[in-house]
């Protein structure tokens, strides 16, 4: 079965700091993969995405994540954030069949320090 | 704009008593999801409309019924609440169930129960 792990449950930053945030899934086929993010009181939006193409995705906000088949993985980065970027962030990856379904990993909660 | 929309934003209900999450949507997209998040958890799909063909997940607990009188509406029903179902109640919609579309997410209810 399709799953996705994020390896940061809590993540205290000072502003400016960078980020990275670990997603990994396992999958071995032809994966689509999600970062959503849910700033306090709102509800989720997609932050970036990956169908095919160029591994590294820039997303809104600047941020961008890098697809790397050999590991799985689909971290997720930015240079520099700010306090605004205080939210929860889940990765996604697309279930196989024609549903549409989103695997979802457990989620970072980010914390950033003014 | 909200274009998913969901109420009541919490709920809160007694062990055993029926209750109704409400979803509408002003995108007139053809699929809309039901997914279950309890606490530091993934968001976890239990069921979706394609239109109106009902596409019920292998492991939803059959606790859980849902109904879609028009491609605006979803209804989420919990027939007989317990304990472990409060959790937050996310209703997603997409264009189509190709793996590619962008789902877009309501806010969220809150099910607490008593």
């Known amino acids: 079965a399709q799953s996705v792990s994020q390896h940061n449950h809590h993540v205290i930053l000072s502003e400016a700091a960078s980020l990275e945030l670990g997603c990994n899934y396992s999958y071995g086929g032809t994966v689509n993969l999600f970062w959503y993010v849910q700033y306090p009181g709102q509800h989720l939006q997609l932050l970036l995405k990956?169908?095919?193409?160029?591994?590294l995705v820039k997303g809104i906000k600047g941020f961008e994540a890098e697809f790397i088949k050999s590991k799985f993985s689909f971290n997720l980065r930015k240079p520099s954030v700010q306090w605004s970027d205080t939210a929860e962030y889940f990765c996604a990856v697309g279930s196989s069949g024609n549903t549409g379904k989103l695997i979802f990993g457990q989620g970072t909660t980010l914390q950033v320090k003014p | 704009d909200a274009m998913v929309i969901q109420n009541p934003r919490y709920q809160v209900t007694q062990f055993g008593k029926p209750v109704t999450l409400s979803c509408s949507q002003t995108?007139?997209?053809?699929?809309m999801y039901w997914y279950q998040q309890k606490s530091s958890q993934a968001p976890k799909l239990l069921f979706h409309?394609?239109?109106?063909?009902?596409?019920n997940e292998a492991d939803t607990p059959d606790n859980f019924q849902s109904r879609r009188p028009n491609t605006s509406f979803c209804f989420l029903d919990i027939r007989s609440p317990g304990l472990g179902d409060a959790a937050m109640y996310l209703c997603?919609?997409?264009?189509?169930?190709?793996?590619?579309?962008?789902?877009?997410f309501g806010a969220g209810t809150r099910l607490s129960v008593l």
């Open positions: 995108l007139n997209h053809n699929v």
């Open positions: 990956y169908f095919s193409g160029d591994p």
């Open positions: 409309y394609y239109d109106k063909d009902f596409n």
């Open positions: 997603a919609t997409s264009r189509d169930r190709s793996v590619s579309n962008i789902q877009y």
